[in-house]
């Protein structure tokens, strides 16, 4: 059955987090937005010229990379696309590493002994089809002990002429941009006006007013056309236009981020005419190829029934090193299952659907890998629902099982799953040792019912999984998906399962 792979996310879906009020006041986010791409330095830098992009096609993929993965320290998952196109890639490495910079000094400031570890976390989508544009759409949280406060990037690129383009290089002058904001101030007031109006917050209409006028300033301000200011406007996928105000750009953090729409006459006549005529036109819709169903039933000789089980799980991807792993599942016959992030599932939905097909179990670890001790309940059923929809798109299937982002969950949190959730009980800490003999020394210490943790976004982990596969193979072993090990054992929703023994 063909079928139309909708760009979900784009401005709707995503942004349904996004609303005024509701979330308390926190501390302002340090990050900056930087003015001008690099070339990516530090560690990015070094693995990058790892990717080969001649495999990738025409293909996004998704680079992630981590540090830590213990929930009561320090942590940071991030992610950038990896295209083709290497100015894209460079000009992305330089500006995830500055976040990456920016998470390394904060925790050495704060140092171990910190009584609320810091959690940076940065995750995109992909904005299309576009036809001489390439437009990403980044979420970056932090936490600094509780919840999350995120801040939105755009980033748009010319394909044709190769360069990323600033806020101010979509408009026709620096006239029609300065134009343009004042249009976009009226939006601001109105969106910030309605918002107060709903506010339960103010006692009387006396207050609700005086709030309104110590709010005219900072809408002022967050609305002077600056890049920075304007770094959330965009063309999105349902073809309309829209800008994207931080959290304290235009008013309180209580208020949260803004979401505004821009009618087309507003921003049109302001517009760069090639960008808005050529550039940004919508593209074909991709049309995906066939779906699969996974079901492999497999018949055992009565002597395999017996042989001692393992499962392999690996986490947080679909990633730029996942079809290499699919290669090497395919040929050592081996099924295992991924706990994928939502976000990069949206990205890599083929590399979802060659899952499926290959016999491969997909779970839910939830959208941007937030951790869930530290989120609300609405944000985490958000997640939750998501990634569910995100994985049922390409698969026509739920995900069976969940996994908590760093095994981290309350009891409410739990009670949410509705499905059995899965942690590991053999761990080689392959996010912090990669070093693939060391890696594949670490899983082959597991016994029969084990669940083997990794991630399939470091190389080196991946270049592990064969000497595994041998290793273990050749104790008379035998790979096998979740479903499989759980087999006729009656597991139950809500309830966590370290092995299958
Ligand atoms: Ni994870």
Not at 87 to 108: H, L, M, R, T, V
Not at 152 to 166: A, G, H, M, Q, S
Not at 221 to 234: M, S
Request: charged residues 25%; proline residues 5%; contains cysteine.
């Amino acid at each position: 059955m063909n079928q139309y792979i909708k760009p979900i996310l784009g401005a709707v879906a995503a942004l349904a987090l996004y609303s005024c009020g509701s979330k308390p006041a926190q501390q302002t986010p340090t990050t900056q937005v930087p003015t001008q791409d690099e070339k990516p330095t530090g560690e990015l830098a070094e693995l990058l010229e790892e990717i080969d992009i001649q495999d990738l096609g025409n293909d996004i993929q998704v680079f992630t990379t981590k540090i830590g993965n213990d929930p009561n320290k320090h942590n940071l998952t991030i992610s950038f696309p990896i295209t083709k196109e290497s100015y894209i890639n460079e000009a992305e490495a330089a500006f995830s590493q500055k976040f990456i910079d920016e998470f390394k000094q904060e925790a050495q400031r704060l140092g171990d002994s910190a009584t609320a570890a810091i959690d940076y976390n940065q995750h995109f989508e992909v904005v299309y089809p576009q036809v001489g544009a390439q437009t990403f759409l980044y979420t970056r949280s932090i936490s600094n002990g509780n919840n999350y406060d995120d801040q939105l990037f755009v980033r748009i690129y010319d394909t044709e002429r190769k360069t990323r383009l600033n806020p101010i290089d979509l408009f026709s002058s620096p006239e029609a941009f300065t134009a343009f904001s004042k249009e976009a101030k009226k939006l601001a007031q109105e969106a910030v006006r309605k918002c107060l109006k709903s506010s339960k917050s103010f006692a009387n209409e006396q207050e609700r007013e005086q709030a309104w006028m110590n709010l005219q300033e900072q809408i002022e301000d967050g609305l002077q056309p600056t890049n920075e200011n304007y770094d959330g406007l965009y063309f999105a996928s349902n073809e309309r236009w829209y800008l994207l105000l931080d959290k304290y750009q235009i008013a309180s953090g209580d208020l949260g981020s803004f979401e505004i729409e821009v009618p087309e006459e507003m921003i049109v006549p302001y517009l760069d005419k090639r960008l808005s005529t050529a550039l940004l036109l919508a593209a074909a819709p991709i049309i995906e190829g066939e779906t699969h169903s996974a079901m492999i039933e497999e018949t055992l000789s009565p002597e395999e029934g017996k042989a001692p089980r393992v499962a392999l799980t690996f986490d947080d991807g679909p990633s730029v090193y996942t079809e290499k792993l699919l290669d090497i599942l395919l040929k050592e016959e081996v099924k295992a299952t991924f706990f994928v992030i939502g976000k990069s599932a949206a990205v890599q939905s083929k590399t979802i659907q060659r899952m499926g097909a290959e016999g491969h179990i997909i779970g839910n670890h939830s959208y941007d890998h937030k951790n869930f001790a530290k989120i609300s309940l609405e944000e985490a059923q958000h997640q939750i629902e998501l990634t569910d929809r995100i994985i049922e798109q390409a698969l026509n299937q739920k995900p069976p099982y969940f996994r908590f982002p760093y095994g981290a969950y309350t009891q409410d949190k739990l009670a949410l799953i509705k499905r059995p959730v899965i942690g590991w009980n053999v761990d080689p800490l392959d996010w912090k040792y990669k070093d693939a003999e060391r890696v594949a020394a670490e899983m082959c210490k597991a016994k029969d019912g084990a669940i083997i943790l990794g991630h399939d976004i470091h190389k080196t982990t991946v270049e592990a999984i064969p000497q595994v596969i041998r290793t273990l193979k050749s104790k008379g072993y035998r790979f096998v998906s979740l479903d499989e090990l759980f087999k006729g054992k009656n597991i139950k929703p809500n309830k966590v399962y370290t092995s299958g023994k």
